[in-house]
């Protein structure tokens, strides 16, 4: 038997570029019966991409950009933009991913990177997360809610409750598969995944057919891609693009679960790229279709079924009103479904560092069925809170302002953290370096985005800088928790990340950076064969 000291040794001296300063500011790999298996290719990562990345966001947002930005030209640069600043992320992503492998994204960066106040921007995104996550899939369960309700009762039915009710039972489903069986939800999510890409697929086919003249059409196709009637204010920009980029959010959902990854160095990229790609001329082509087919006026007034309307007119009400309702929904579904796999992930993760109030409940691997189980009842619960809790009307626009507004002040952290972190540690390993372009490009967007949505717009359903107000006062909310649990309760100092941290770096080290397969570690005498 040799000592894990020894060998962390022994493995530090065999590989001279490897520095035990990277390794040792990482938190370790789970073992014995709390490590989680690691059964996903690049092929199923990306899957598990696209299947966040293509939610409801690409059947609602394009009306919602389209009413704010005025012109099918100036809508079509809108979501090319997006798609430009999320392959920018990506890149920032791909270098911190393949440098720090490990699950929980950007609470791992940003623990690793600003390690001075201790955790508090690792805390503070592990609370804000909890709350993006579940708010996430509430309004994919609502989103669901609705395009059922269209397919069973018509387009002129609208129920707030029954749309609520209808996301419960989202929600419920997707917790019991979580619980049940990792490799269930895998499955689950590639299926949704292809059914979102057929009918995307569907969309963009038909819009082909009408600009060559094959299906009839009484648009003129010219002035409605045109720019004409666009906004000459920047306040509907910064709107708009938050729609967009929330339809292209999760290119870097992969980053969470990277314990369960294959060979992530390797893969993280391989799988961000094809997901991010292929998504990406998904949505700019079916938002060609959308205008083509319905028209600049007709698509701004359809808001949130967009799509509807435009199958309606192209293929004929009994497809448009049952069929591709019930697709759309179940987009919605697989949506839910990948944020809701990667939100237990993370909040496994959160516990097992001491993050999370009464983490190691909450980092807990069932032996069993092999899963987070008290974890995913956490999020279950946050879930149906926001379900029920929030007010009638608006609730879609209310959850994406408030949901998005932090999700840049990470980003803007996340990408000064890869310039700080060159400068401060320049020697360490980094399998993907991203271009310095991308990556003061992602931050110039991610500062314009936190600064211009405070440009009024106006808004039917409640004050415009409500969410946004609200979403940074519970940034303050989660200081006054951080300097409770983790300067006064020293929570992570009695973690069980810290009672295997010997154990659990050296598994990091041979697993991943030594690429020598599973480290066998003991779990009795703090030993390894």
Known sequence: MVSVDEDREVLLSEDPDQHPDQVGHMEPLAIGDQRLERKIGWLSGAMVNISYIIGAGIFVGPSLTLDLLGSGGMNIIAWTIGALIAMAGSYTFAELGTMLPRSGGEVGYLEYCYQKPKYLLAYMFTMWN??????????????????????????????????????????????????????????LMSVLTVVKIAVLGLVIFVGILTLLGAIPNDIDVKTALSFQGTSNTIGPYASALY?????????????????????????????????????????????????????????????????????????????????????????????????????????????????????????????????????????????????????????????????????????????????????????????????????????AFTVYALIFVFIPVENPYYPYWLPYVTAIASMFVYGILWYYQIIIRDTPGKSYNEDIRRQGQVALEREVFGNQGYALVSTDDHTIP
């Open 130 to 187: 909890l709350m993006n996550r579940s708010s996430s899939v509430a309004a994919q369960g609502t989103i669901f809610g609705s395009y059922m309700n269209y397919a069973i009762f018509g387009q002129d039915y609208k129920s707030d409750l029954s749309e609520r009710m209808w996301a419960l039972l989202c929600t419920t489903i997707l917790a019991l598969c979580n619980v049940l069986s990792a490799k269930v939800s895998l499955r």
């Open 243 to 443: 729609y967009v980029m929330n339809s292209y959010s999760g290119w870097h959902n992969l980053n969470y679960i990277l314990d369960e990854v294959k060979d992530p160095i390797k893969n993280l990229p391989k799988a961000s790229a094809a997901a991010l790609g292929t998504t990406a001329v998904l949505y700019i082509m079916t938002n060609i279709s959308y205008i083509a087919v319905l028209g600049t006026v007709a698509m701004k007034e359809s808001e949130y079924i967009v799509a509807a309307s435009f199958f309606t007119k192209s293929l004929g009400e009994n497809f448009a009103t049952i069929v591709l309702p019930v697709l759309i929904a179940l987009g919605a579904f697989g949506c839910g479904a990948s944020i809701n796999f990667s939100a237990g992930r993370i909040i496994m993760e959160t516990g097992r560092s001491g993050l999370l109030p009464y983490g190691r409940t909450f980092g807990h691997v069932n032996p069993k069925v092999k899963s987070p189980v008290n974890a995913y009842l956490l999020q279950y619960f946050l879930t149906v809170i926001f379900i029920v809790g929030l007010p009638p009307g608006a609730v879609y626009q209310f959850i994406i302002a408030f949901q998005a507004y932090p999700v840049y002040v990470f980003y803007t952290l996340i990408a000064l953290s890869v310039i700080i972190l060159r400068k401060r540690e320049p020697h360490n390993k980094r399998p993907i370096v991203a271009p310095l372009t991308c990556v003061y490009g992602f931050m």
